[in-house]
């Protein structure tokens, strides 16, 4: 079974970082590109950013360009989400989830959601 399980998440003051991980159990990352979404209370989700199979990234939120980037370890079968220069507007709970190969912008393409982490920018 597929399963995906998110860590990291913490309280951080503005300008502060967090780096997210997202771990894969039941298959193997290889085949799949990875996407980290997050959702504010009382908002949809959004996508963050995504990494393909090959490596190659789709940026979802353009709010994050220049301080989030997103990495993957196959051997570890785990993504990362590095967050740095940290806004209160971050604030969110966090998630990923696969699709086949390559990144989609399209939220429904994406399976086996986590259950999130929570990531709180606050003085």
């Known amino acids: 079974q597929l399963q995906l399980v998110e860590s990291g998440g913490d309280l951080v003051q503005p300008g502060g970082s967090l780096r997210l991980a997202c771990a894969a159990s039941?298959?193997?990352?290889?085949?799949?590109?990875i996407g980290w979404f997050r959702q504010a209370p009382g908002k949809e989700r959004k996508g963050v950013l995504c990494?393909?199979?090959?490596?190659?990234?789709?940026t979802g939120t353009d709010s994050v360009k220049g301080r989030f980037t997103i990495s993957r370890d196959n051997a570890k079968n785990t993504v990362y989400l590095q967050m740095n220069s940290l806004k209160p507007e971050d604030t969110a709970v966090y998630y990923c989830?696969?699709?086949?190969?390559?990144?989609?912008?399209?939220?429904?393409?994406?399976?086996?959601w986590g259950q999130g982490t929570q990531v709180t920018v606050s003085s």
């Open positions: 990494i393909s199979r090959d490596g190659g990234t789709l």
């Open positions: 989830a696969v699709t086949k190969y390559y990144c989609s912008g399209y939220v429904h393409e994406y399976t086996a």
């Open positions: 039941g298959f193997t990352l290889d085949d799949y590109a």
